[in-house]
Structures are given as structure tokens and as C-alpha cells.
């Protein structure tokens, strides 16, 4: 009986503190320089700042240095060290480029495993170098195959017709080979978005559009997926609630803007081309049709982005969960509040499954899960609506920024019942292993993938 009473009290106690109590380490050089290689990796890996900035304050307190501070901004992290004298600030700029899945795996490995081994900080900053520096695992060839896959089911996801099926296979793979070339012309990538849009409404407007009698926005919003700043707007609403005010709102104006540069894109090309008025809609497939597009979505994820070996059952049921659970919160709450349920289903789902050896972390899966709960594509079909004049585009935007607010309330909740289950579970079994840095977060990151999904 007093063992029963010890593990509920330690259990409490665990349920009220997300932190270990930091031990002494064996040494702290070089502590600010590890975090300012994790904080840009992490960035990079599309998770949100608020859950860089725990994950490594974290990693701080276990390595001896609690007081350090720690600040992060999707461009850049900043460390105080206020033990010297005078207090030092470092710097440590973001990059740009995003990580792969398989390099976004590799570091939420080292970073979980960094804190409990004391692994030395210049291993640290030498080991994410080394996963920063790795070639994709697939070739051009699969890399094309597949983007083709993830427009193809995408487009089975969002507008699943017969006829414009040879349409989204067409235009992926056009536009994955516009991606490995913009990636050898630094140049081009500043320009791609809008090039990107243009090429593809001109495409759709004057070769495909008489053959297949379907509005040409959401034929080529299929195409367009690896540009679609879904996930980037979704951390955007996470952090906006989270209280990280400057991060939230400037990766918010981001994804606008990036939903802007699309949609001028395609009302530029609807300008040259044309856009004749839709007379008759094409019949729909039937209900199997998105669980197939999930199906393909897992494959040309798995391919496209790279994604860490025997990862794709894993990826699949990921999506299966996260697109089921927004079928229930359709049926509960309705359209624009389903990704409530989708999101604090999916989340606690995707720790689950971390758990097991086999699987990849957490942030993985979530990064492909959110793909088919963000709607970035309504936002990018709504903008675009509206910049070619067209009738019911605002209600298209307002229903698209009311199912952010609501994915990212499900994905606090998501998180945060994930954090206090693992919290009460390693405080009944009286364990002190510290928790897995990645399972702190409330989004992956991603952003896989880039963080503009």
C-alpha cells in the first residue's frame, strides 16, 4: 500500500513540473554553442518556437547551465549567458534551406538521445552538421515519381474526378522537375512560386482545359502542393496562442504572402489564357476515393521529401488516424471545426507510436499528418478566387483562417494531454530518464519537408 501511495505522489509531482531536475554535468563548454546548432536544426525541421525554445532550455538544465536563456524566432536563436561577466549574447542565424524528413528524424534522434548520454557539445555540433550535409536518399528519378504521387492524391483528397486525374499526374511531375532544377538555380528559387503558377494555369488553360471541363484553380492546386504554406500558417496559429506574439505573426505574414505570390501566379495566367466559365461540374468519384489519395499521399511523401527508412506504414497510419479523426470532428462539429478533433486525435496518436522502436519520431508523422489537416489549398483556392473576381472567394478565406484557429487549439490540446500522460507515467513508475525533447512539442516539424507545407 505505501508503495501504491509513493508512485501516485510521484506521479503528481510529474504532472506538475514538464522539466527533470538537472544534475551536475561533467563539464558545460560549449553548451551555448550546441544550442545555437540544435535551435536552427529545429527550425528547420518545421517545429514550432515555442517548442524549440523548452526543448532547449531543456537540454540546458541538463547539461548544468538552467541559467542560460534562450530565445527563438523563426529566423534566428538567441542564448544569454548571463553567468560571465559582462552577460554574453549569442547569435545564431537560421537557415534557410529546410531539412528533409530524414534529416529532421536524424536530429530529433540526437537530440533525444544528447541530454541522457552527455554526449560532448562539439559531437553535437559536429553530428548535425554531418546530417545538414547528407545527400537525399532518393535519386531525381524517384524524387519526381514522388512529387507526381503526392499531387495525384492530393487532388483525390480535394476534388476527386475521373477526368482530371491524368491532369494532377501530368502537372506533378512538371512541376517536380521545376523543383530539381530551381535546386541546382539558387536564383530561380526566388522567383518559383509565381513561375511555378503561371506555367501551370497556362498549362491547364490553354491544352487541358477544353478536353477536361473543370475549374481551373483546383486543377491546379493539386500541382502546386510542395508550394502550399499550410503547415507554416498552422505553427503560425500555434504560436499566436501559445503567447509567442513575434513569431506567430511574422511567420503568419509569411504564409499570406506566400498564399499571395501563388495566386498572382495563377491570376496571371488566367489573364494570358483565359478562364472560360464552368458549365457543367464533373461527377465526383465515389467515398473510396480520398482514402486511396491518403494512400498515394504516404507513398510520394515517403519518396519525395525523403523520408527515414521503413518509415512508410508508419506515415500511412499517421494519415489514416489524422484524416479519420477529421471525418468524426465533420460529423460532430461540422466542416470548419473538424480539424479540431483531426489535430488533438493526431497528435497523441503520433507519440503512441513513437514509442515503438521501429517507428520514426513523432514530429515525422506529424509533419505528414498535418498536410491533410491544414487547409492551406482552401486558402490558396479561396486568395486566388478572389484575385480573379470570382463570387463566394471571401467566405472560401474566412472559413479557411477559422480552421486554422481550430487545428491549432486541437493541436495544444494534442500536445499538452500528450506531455501530462507521459509526465504521470514515468512518475508512477518512479523513473527519472528524462523525456524525449521531440515528444515536448505541440507540432512537428516539420514542416519535411519544407517549412512552407
Given at each position: 500500500?505505501?508503495?501504491?501511495?509513493?508512485?501516485?505522489?510521484?506521479?503528481?509531482?510529474a504532472?506538475?513540473?514538464?522539466?527533470?531536475?538537472?544534475?551536475?554535468?561533467?563539464?558545460?563548454?560549449?553548451?551555448?554553442?550546441m544550442?545555437?546548432?540544435?535551435?536552427?536544426?529545429?527550425?528547420?525541421?518545421?517545429?514550432?518556437?515555442?517548442?524549440?525554445?523548452?526543448?532547449?532550455?531543456?537540454?540546458?538544465?541538463?547539461?548544468?547551465?538552467?541559467?542560460l536563456?534562450?530565445?527563438?524566432?523563426?529566423?534566428?536563436?538567441?542564448?544569454?549567458?548571463?553567468?560571465?561577466?559582462?552577460?554574453?549574447?549569442?547569435i545564431?542565424?537560421?537557415?534557410?534551406?529546410?531539412?528533409?524528413?530524414?534529416?529532421?528524424?536524424?536530429?530529433?534522434?540526437?537530440?533525444?538521445?544528447?541530454s541522457?548520454?552527455?554526449?560532448?557539445?562539439?559531437?553535437?555540433?559536429?553530428?548535425?552538421?554531418?546530417?545538414?550535409?547528407s545527400?537525399?536518399?532518393?535519386?531525381?528519378?524517384?524524387?519526381?515519381?514522388?512529387?507526381?504521387?503526392?499531387?495525384l492524391?492530393?487532388?483525390?483528397?480535394?476534388?476527386?474526378?475521373?477526368t482530371?486525374l491524368?491532369?494532377?499526374?501530368?502537372?506533378g511531375?512538371?512541376?517536380?522537375?521545376?523543383?530539381?532544377?530551381?535546386?541546382?538555380?539558387?536564383?530561380?528559387?526566388?522567383?518559383?512560386?509565381?513561375?511555378?503558377?503561371f506555367?501551370?494555369?497556362?498549362?491547364?488553360?490553354?491544352?487541358?482545359?477544353?478536353?477536361?471541363?473543370?475549374?481551373?484553380?483546383?486543377?491546379?492546386?493539386?500541382?502546386?502542393?510542395?508550394?502550399?504554406?499550410g503547415?507554416?500558417?498552422?505553427?503560425?496559429?500555434?504560436?499566436?496562442?501559445?503567447?509567442?506574439?513575434?513569431?506567430?505573426?511574422?511567420?503568419?505574414v509569411?504564409?499570406?504572402?506566400r498564399?499571395?505570390?501563388?495566386?498572382?501566379?495563377?491570376?496571371?495566367?488566367?489573364?494570358?489564357?483565359?478562364?472560360?466559365?464552368?458549365?457543367?461540374?464533373?461527377?465526383?468519384?465515389?467515398?473510396?476515393?480520398?482514402?486511396v489519395?491518403?494512400?498515394?499521399?504516404s507513398?510520394?511523401?515517403?519518396?519525395?521529401?525523403s523520408?527515414?527508412?521503413?518509415?512508410?506504414?508508419?506515415?500511412?497510419?499517421?494519415?489514416v488516424?489524422?484524416?479519420?479523426?477529421?471525418?468524426?470532428g465533420?460529423l460532430?462539429?461540422?466542416?470548419?471545426?473538424s480539424?479540431?478533433?483531426?489535430?488533438?486525435?493526431?497528435?497523441?496518436?503520433?507519440?503512441?507510436?513513437?514509442?515503438?522502436?521501429?517507428?520514426?519520431?513523432?514530429?515525422?508523422?506529424?509533419?505528414?499528418?498535418?498536410?491533410?489537416?491544414?487547409?492551406?489549398?482552401?486558402?490558396?483556392?479561396?486568395?486566388?478566387?478572389?484575385?480573379?473576381?470570382?463570387?463566394?472567394?471571401?467566405?472560401?478565406?474566412?472559413?479557411?483562417?477559422?480552421?486554422l484557429?481550430?487545428?491549432?487549439?486541437?493541436?495544444?490540446?494534442?500536445a499538452?494531454?500528450?506531455?501530462?500522460?507521459?509526465?504521470?507515467?514515468?512518475?508512477?513508475?518512479?523513473?527519472?530518464?528524462?523525456?524525449?525533447?521531440a515528444?515536448?512539442?505541440?507540432?512537428?516539424?516539420?514542416?519535411?519537408?519544407?517549412?512552407?507545407r
Amino acid at each position: 500500500m505505501s508503495e501504491l501511495i509513493g508512485r501516485f505522489r510521484r506521479a503528481v509531482r510529474a504532472l506538475g513540473s514538464d522539466q527533470d531536475t538537472p544534475t551536475a554535468p561533467p563539464t558545460a563548454d560549449g553548451v551555448v554553442g550546441m544550442l545555437g546548432a540544435i535551435g536552427p536544426a529545429l527550425l528547420a525541421a518545421s517545429q514550432a518556437t515555442s517548442d524549440i525554445q523548452l526543448t532547449l532550455q531543456g537540454v540546458a538544465a541538463r547539461y548544468g547551465r538552467p541559467d542560460l536563456r534562450v530565445f527563438v524566432l523563426p529566423t534566428l536563436v538567441i542564448v544569454e549567458d548571463q553567468s560571465s561577466t559582462p552577460a554574453q549574447t549569442a547569435i545564431f542565424p537560421a537557415d534557410t534551406d529546410a531539412l528533409r524528413l530524414d534529416q529532421a528524424g536524424a536530429v530529433s534522434h540526437l537530440v533525444r538521445r544528447t541530454s541522457p548520454d552527455r554526449t560532448a557539445p562539439d559531437a553535437v555540433i559536429a553530428e548535425i552538421a554531418r546530417i545538414r550535409a547528407s545527400p537525399p536518399r532518393f535519386g531525381a528519378v524517384l524524387t519526381v515519381l514522388g512529387h507526381t504521387l503526392l499531387s495525384l492524391g492530393f487532388g483525390l483528397m480535394i476534388n476527386p474526378t475521373l477526368t482530371a486525374l491524368p491532369v494532377y499526374a501530368i502537372l506533378g511531375a512538371i512541376v517536380g522537375v521545376i523543383l530539381l532544377l530551381a535546386a541546382r538555380a539558387p536564383t530561380l528559387s526566388l522567383i518559383l512560386p509565381v513561375f511555378t503558377a503561371f506555367a501551370a494555369t497556362v498549362v491547364i488553360a490553354w491544352l487541358v482545359r477544353p478536353l477536361v471541363h473543370d475549374d481551373v484553380v483546383r486543377l491546379v492546386a493539386p500541382s502546386l502542393v510542395s508550394f502550399l504554406p499550410g503547415l507554416t500558417l498552422a505553427i503560425a496559429a500555434v504560436e499566436l496562442t501559445s503567447g509567442q506574439i513575434m513569431a506567430g505573426a511574422s511567420r503568419l505574414v509569411y504564409g499570406i504572402a506566400r498564399l499571395g505570390l501563388l495566386a498572382f501566379g495563377v491570376y496571371a495566367g488566367i489573364s494570358v489564357a483565359g478562364s472560360p466559365a464552368v458549365t457543367t461540374a464533373p461527377e465526383q468519384l465515389g467515398s473510396w476515393a480520398p482514402w486511396v489519395g491518403i494512400a498515394l499521399v504516404s507513398l510520394g511523401y515517403y519518396f519525395f521529401s525523403s523520408a527515414p527508412r521503413r518509415s512508410l506504414p508508419w506515415i500511412l497510419y499517421a494519415l489514416v488516424v489524422a484524416y479519420a479523426a477529421q471525418l468524426l470532428g465533420n460529423l460532430l462539429l461540422g466542416a470548419e471545426l473538424s480539424g479540431l478533433i483531426g489535430a488533438a486525435v493526431a497528435v497523441p496518436a503520433a507519440y503512441l507510436a513513437a514509442r515503438f522502436r521501429a517507428a520514426p519520431p513523432a514530429s515525422i508523422m506529424l509533419t505528414c499528418a498535418y498536410w491533410l489537416l491544414v487547409p492551406g489549398a482552401m486558402g490558396f483556392i479561396g486568395v486566388s478566387e478572389a484575385a480573379a473576381g470570382t463570387s463566394g472567394a471571401s467566405d472560401t478565406i474566412l472559413r479557411t483562417f477559422g480552421s486554422l484557429i481550430a487545428i491549432a487549439i486541437g493541436m495544444v490540446l494534442g500536445a499538452g494531454f500528450s506531455r501530462d500522460v507521459t509526465a504521470v507515467s514515468r512518475g508512477w513508475r518512479g523513473s527519472s530518464a528524462p523525456t524525449d525533447p521531440a515528444a515536448s512539442a505541440s507540432s512537428s516539424g516539420g514542416t519535411t519537408g519544407t517549412a512552407t507545407r
